[in-house]
């Protein structure tokens, strides 16, 4: 059974619309015109326990409103939605107790004090028993590598240091489902694999259920077999990563590099050129034809590497988004 | 099912003690501040000085030395009533700070509670400090008011907090459908600066504007727990009858413009 449900799920927005300038402000003061922003429109989608889904789409897609309806920090303006039995919106105690939202790095934790005070509120707030509460910041802190930071205030944490403190204090209470929205913006290359791999582990260890956005593609191809995309507020796949690579990408990546360099037309009969730089060239190749293609290619050119990949799934998604067609 | 009410009490309690140490903690943090706070909280001396320059007192039935310890009660009840739940709520509404603590199984208001009495136990000490110096300075203005006068007081002190907390509390449910609802606390501040008794004793008052005074909720933030302190005659009972009233008035108000503020929420800044 679905431990998340959406269905028909839409939210609409009143914006202020004003024109630039000072005789746009005088008009707009004097006679306000409001306008309607569908930022999500008739979204379904359902999750299984345990399940770890990408959530996907530029920036504006309606991925972080479909997020505040799913924990209920806003009401939807039509459609229903359940996590966890409950209705987010009602927030009722024990649906608040199930869930987590983590949205940036500056969120719960007390700016100027160590977080271990802020835990302390938390474990108290959501009814853990002290020497419960101390055992799972232990374990927790290990799995996210934090040891004397948890005593250091807030504000003297590094971007890495305070994003893992938050995750600690988001994930104490153990919730059941995770809303993490872009959980590794702005951290730097090894603090980002180093929160991907604790996501991983916490998902495996306590079965518990994630959607994830993340601007960071690693992110999603690490940690999320199935992918929801969004656009102009409508889903428009659910589906595993792989068929909407496969789907959205036909031809896979060959790259070579060659004893001498030679001209775009060599490779004209093999596939489409993507890039030549000297010795180095890059071709796109419908998958059905890739093996007889590379056969023929190590076999008519001096070929001193040749190495085979799908494109960056970055680019593939924003190809997508760009070309606009998505049906 | 709920579980049994011991139990839930020991949650409040353990709850109520974690906010409390941590929001102590995090106040003192900011003790330089809070004290320039208290310093500026400093108009009652300053009206002092003024009405004693012209001898208002005298010609209205309170002597110089009841003038002057009037006015430091009401230095001290206002220490202990000042309530700025709305510019921080404003400001946690704008920066996104709001949504996790509405998704925590707590309400959000004894945050902001525990984070007015914890500023007030900072505050304590300096509020000691400058009443020392006052009888320093002016050591015939000294008493000791009976134990039964400062227990009095005191409640009426915490009956005004609440009252005042639960008046700016509801007036701050306006955050959810302005970003600037704090000018609204501003526009009130006038109203509470005449007829609380911060700028003169009500009994100082033309009779007709004391009358209109006692119908509106100012009088009972400064001017009972005032004159309950100094030591004066005060209708008791009548009073803290007048702040359960307004309290009863306030609190669906409040109620009603939370839940429907919550269904306007939008989650900025998150």
């Known amino acids: 059974m679905a431990i998340v449900r959406a269905q028909g799920l839409g939210k609409t927005y009143r914006v202020a619309d004003k024109q630039p300038g000072l005789a746009g402000t005088l008009r707009h003061f004097v006679n306000r015109r409001e306008r309607l922003i569908a930022a999500v429109q008739d979204v379904s989608f359902a999750i299984e326990p345990g399940e770890f889904v990408g959530f996907l789409g530029a920036n504006g897609a309606g991925k972080t409103t479909t997020l505040k309806m799913l924990t209920g920090l806003i009401h939807p303006t039509s459609g229903t939605v359940e996590v966890a039995g409950c209705v987010p919106h009602r927030r009722q105690a024990a649906f608040l107790g199930q869930i987590t939202l983590v949205m940036g790095q500056k969120q719960q934790l007390i700016w100027d004090l160590p977080p271990l005070d802020s835990l302390r509120v938390n474990a108290a707030v959501y009814g853990i028993p002290p020497a419960e509460s101390r055992r799972r910041i232990d374990e927790l802190a290990d799995m996210l590598e934090l040891g004397d930071e948890l005593r250091r205030p807030v504000r003297k944490l590094s971007l890495g240091q305070r994003m893992k403190a938050e995750l600690l204090a988001a994930l104490l209470h153990r919730p059941a489902v995770l809303f993490l929205d872009e959980p590794t913006l702005g951290l730097d290359v090894n603090a980002q694999a180093r929160v991907r791999s604790f996501l991983a582990d916490y998902n495996r260890r306590f079965g518990a259920t994630v959607l994830l956005t993340s601007h960071y593609m690693a992110d999603i191809t690490a940690l999320c077999p199935r992918v929801l995309l969004i656009h102009e507020g409508r889903l428009f796949y659910d589906g595993s990563l792989e068929t909407l690579t496969q789907r959205l990408a036909p031809c896979r990546e060959v790259r070579l590099e060659l004893h001498a360099p030679l001209g775009a037309d060599v490779f004209a009969s093999y596939g489409d050129v993507e890039a030549i730089e000297g010795r180095e060239v890059r071709l796109l190749i419908p998958r059905e034809r890739l093996t007889e293609q590379v056969g023929r290619l190590l076999a008519d050119l001096a070929v001193v590497d040749l190495s085979v990949s799908d494109p960056p799934i970055e680019d593939i998604i924003g190809r997508l988004f760009h070309r606009g067609a998505l049906a | ?270």
């Open chain 2, 1 to 270: 099912m709920r579980p049994p009410l011991a139990q839930r009490l020991g949650h409040a309690r353990r709850i109520a003690a974690v906010l409390l140490s941590s929001q102590y903690a995090y106040m003192l943090e900011y003790r330089a501040e809070i004290v320039l706070w208290a310093l500026s909280g400093v108009l009652p001396f300053i009206m002092l000085g003024l009405w004693s320059a012209v001898d208002a007192g005298g010609g209205l039935g309170m002597s110089s030395l009841q003038l002057a310890r009037y006015f430091l009660s009401a230095f001290v009840v206002r220490q202990f009533t000042i309530v700025w739940v709305m510019y921080t709520f404003e400001e946690d509404n704008l920066t996104g700070r709001l949504s996790p603590y509405l998704l925590q199984p707590l309400p959000l208001v004894w945050r902001y509670v525990a984070a007015h009495l914890s500023e007030q136990a900072t505050r304590l000490p300096f509020v000691a400090m400058l009443v020392g110096l006052f009888f320093l300075l002016y050591p015939a203005a000294f008493w000791w008011p009976s134990l039964a006068s400062v227990l009095l007081a005191m409640l009426a002190t915490l009956a005004a907090f609440a009252l005042r907390f639960l008046m700016q509390f509801t007036l701050t449910m306006v955050c959810f459908w302005s970003e600037k609802a704090s000018a609204l606390e501003r526009l009130l501040y006038l109203p509470y600066l005449y007829l609380s008794g911060l700028v003169a004793p009500l009994a100082l008052y033309p009779e007709g504007v004391r009358n209109f005074a006692f119908w509106t909720p100012f009088p009972y933030m400064v001017d009972v727990p005032a004159r309950i302190l100094a030591g004066e005659t005060v209708p008791v009972l009548q009073s803290f009858a007048a702040m359960a009233a307004w309290a009863a008035l306030l609190l669906p108000i409040n109620l009603l413009l939370w839940r429907r503020g919550l269904r306007h929420y939008s989650a900025m800044g998150a």
